[in-house]
């Protein structure tokens, strides 16, 4: 359960950026912006210099207060009522305001309620790519739930086994293990032998062969905070050209953690990753990882070209992959932490 | 599996409506989308009167194929390179393009990408609202998951037994009832008594209690369409105040439903709900309900004041419920098709 104090320093922490970035006013409508800055994911935020105003339905007032996050919740919570916010926008003199990357239409009818010309701006979400420590602890109990999910894996992914069949085991097991949803939008990954050569291979009804490799792509979730996590698993004896390609993703994996450095850019990362294998004759057909939190897929991006800078508090996926088509798959995926310059690996 | 000849009938589909509304050429990359006009959800289209064009990773150039999908897959596929729509526009002497609805931030880029002015429309969501034969089958199918589970929540759903290990045995069963992923994005929703009065509330440690009502929302999903069904299950004798509440709003959802004609506008079919909640004294929410197929919450709306048209082949939801904070929730949902001009319900 987070706390008024949490939530407070969240919301401070955006001030100060809203100030260096020269955004007056900022109106947080995103369900998981919200629930990043009220503990819970409904309603909408006007923040500004004078007030923090929380607009919600009458059914969650009682909710969004003291009485449920502890003494000091940092907003003014009303009951939403039309056009509530153009009106807070008058009474406190607003002139520039900012919205949330919002689909194009939803801009041009908030600009429409508005009645003015808003910015668009990403400050919420590059915020909550560097984790606050209690995100971190909520992060590193995630990561926890998909290591002992993993463990589950290795035990049921056998010849003979349909694909469906062990992903069911495996998704049970997140869900025993108090996983708040299962894993990812779309559930887990779980693919076979040339079918685990698309990377979004979904399972199927077809058996386990031996031998043959398995890629199981999972995760958890606690408070709210994602896992992600990934091996590629051996089933009967492969033949040594295969295992030499397990062993290589897996160990270059581990080379791409070693050089994280704090101030790093996302891309030069990427290019490491995709070099290394273009000299081992293999081509990379996606990104080297992402950042984790209150989604999978959040900031930083860690892909071609991509100039976000590595920094510390940030929590994001390395996962190199190898895909042959008509034959095989193979992808070794961890989540680390960048902690005093350095990462860690949480799924561990 | 999807074949060609229905891509082809959907691509078509749209070429007429894109007529119909005078788009000259549309380009599609919502995954969403793409999936539902290629089979597989990744890449980009472009539809013009002279050639379809769908860009893709070199990985998957061999499954967008007659070889896939069978003969008369209906694109040129391409591999995706820097500038490729852009050069194509220009081959194809294309004047006017119109996009989905992409956030703000990505609508600026395509447009920079393009190098002109681009429109917006929801052409191809709004064709998706309306099934084809083969969607209705799968709809059916998912719901038939959808049914299964909820025989099963009926099973589990017992005093003593923790919210979060009931649900873990329903989504177990859902799994092995061969839906493709798990309920929804965030999994499916358990909770019992009081903390059902939280529309959203998630299933927790709690024991179930006798006696109390229990609000069990779930759905599977079949070849990529999912279903979406709700009840309110009774623990132990609840009194007589609470039993007529669950009575009401199960009639509710069984008068709503028989209402529903062809050329209704959905806002109507929301205040007939809203207006039969009044009058026993109590608030309504939340919509009346949400249109499902290959995402879970599609067009059409049934909201208040939606403009939306129910129109022959729309499979949406009614869900009426009422929440009462500090007390209970009461929710029963059922998805519908309509087809000659009435609603049959899926999900029994």
Partial sequence: ????????????????????????????SNPKNVGYLTGKETGRILLSKDQDTLWTRELYTEMHSDLYFGKG?????????KDAVKRKIADL???????????FLKYENTCKELGMKVLVSEI?????????????????????????AMEKAYD????????????AEIEYEIRMRGSDSPPFNDGMLLSSGKDSADIHARAGRRK????????????????????????????????????????????????AIDM???????????SFVEKE???????????????????????????RDSADVLKDGMVFTIEPGIYIPGKMGVRFEDMVLLKNGKARILTR
Same sequence: chains 1, 2.
């Fill in 1 to 28: 359960m987070i706390s008024s104090s949490e939530l407070k320093k969240r919301v401070e922490r955006l001030h100060l950026s809203m100030e260096c970035e020269g955004i007056e006013s900022l109106l947080v």
């Fill in 93 to 103: 003199g607003i002139e520039n305001i900012a919205v949330e990357n919002m689909p």
């Fill in 260 to 270: 994280i450095r704090e101030g790093m850019k996302a891309g030069d990362l990427h």
């Fill in 208 to 255: 386990i062969k031996s031998p043959s490799t398995v890629v199981v792509d999972l995760g958890g979730r606690y408070s709210g905070y994602y896992s992600d996590m990934t091996r590629t698993l051996e089933v009967g004896r492969i033949d040594a050209k295969e295992k030499d390609l397990l062993l290589f993703v897996d160990d270059l994996r581990a080379r």
């Fill in 277 to 303: 294998m273009e000299k081992k004759g293999y081509k990379f057909f996606h990104g080297s990882g992402h950042g984790v939190g209150l989604e999978v897929h959040e900031f930083p991006s860690i892909a």
């Fill in 124 to 148: 919420v979400e590059w915020q909550r790519a560097v984790k606050t420590v209690e995100e971190m602890e909520m992060l590193g109990k995630s990561a926890r739930i998909a290591v002992n």
């Fill in 73 to 81: 919740y940092p907003f003014e919570v009303a009951v939403y009522e």
């Fill in 156 to 167: 049921v992914v056998r010849e003979g086994v349909r694909e469906i069949d062990a992903l």
